[in-house]
């Protein structure tokens, strides 16, 4: 199975300030159709998970340009340019190219 | 507009089974591969399984394998998981979720307890 690893776990950040999520796949992400399936998910306090970015760095629709992906092969990123309260929750990469899929733990922003 | 609506869900003794129902509306149900994801109590995401738009390709977490069901319905707009011989680390939020490679809606979710 592909293991995902987030980083850091925990992300307290000044509202208007940067966020950055690191996740690590321990295997590539290159699917033989040539796509990198790694999605970025938010889940809100009490709310199901929502899908942010897909392939790396494709918005989902209705999904704020605060958020951007990048990354390639077995390095990601999640940055958030300026923090706002909505923003609060946890955030999760998840992998498509491989069954099982796999999450990575999960990173809890916060603000401070 | 894209809705999943999960049901089924509640309190089950160990080695019990419970059917979960993910009812569809506004899009082609029967275009799209379909999967369950359960989260523990405060905690993560796991991927349970996955079924194609004609059911032709079906997979399975380990963790369910031989014991959890995946089926559809194209003509009720309905994806289902049967669950048999629960144990209690099957308890969790059950999400159904829209996709193949990308899971892009999910439903609320609904609640299974295992327990005596």
């Known amino acids: 199975d592909i293991v995902m690893t987030q980083t850091p776990l925990s992300s307290p950040v000044t509202l208007g300030q940067p966020a950055s999520i690191s996740c690590r796949s321990s295997?590539?992400?290159?699917?033989?159709?040539?796509?990198?399936?790694l999605s970025w998910l938010q889940q809100r306090p009490g709310q199901p998970p929502r899908l942010l970015i897909y392939?790396?760095?494709n918005r989902f629709s209705g999904v704020p340009d605060r958020f951007s992906g990048s990354g390639a092969g077995t390095d990601f990123t999640l940055k958030i340019s300026r923090v706002e309260a909505e923003d609060v929750g946890v955030y999760y990469c998840?992998?498509?190219?491989?069954?099982?899929?796999?999450f990575g733990q999960g990173t809890n922003v916060e603000i401070k | 507009e894209v809705q999943l609506v999960e049901s089924g869900g509640g309190l089950v003794q160990p080695g019990g089974s419970l059917r979960l129902s993910c009812a569809a509306s506004?899009?082609?149900?029967?275009?799209?591969?379909m999967c369950w994801v359960r989260q523990t109590p405060g905690k993560g995401l796991e991927w349970v399984s996955y079924?194609?738009?004609?059911?032709?390709?079906?997979y399975y977490a380990d963790s369910v394998k031989g014991r959890f069901t995946i089926s559809r319905d194209n003509a009720k707009n309905s994806l289902y998981l049967q669950m048999n011989s629960l144990r209690d680390e099957d308890t969790a939020v059950y999400y159904c979720?829209?996709?193949?490679?990308?899971?892009?809606?999910w439903g609320q979710g609904t609640l299974v307890t295992v327990s005596s």
């Open positions: 979720a829209r996709g193949f490679t990308v899971n892009d809606y």
């Open positions: 506004g899009f082609t149900f029967s275009n799209y591969g």
């Open positions: 079924i194609s738009s004609s059911s032709s390709a079906i």
């Open positions: 295997q590539s992400l290159v699917h033989s159709d040539g796509n990198t399936y």
């Open positions: 392939k790396i760095s």
């Open positions: 998840m992998q498509g190219t491989q069954f099982p899929r796999t």
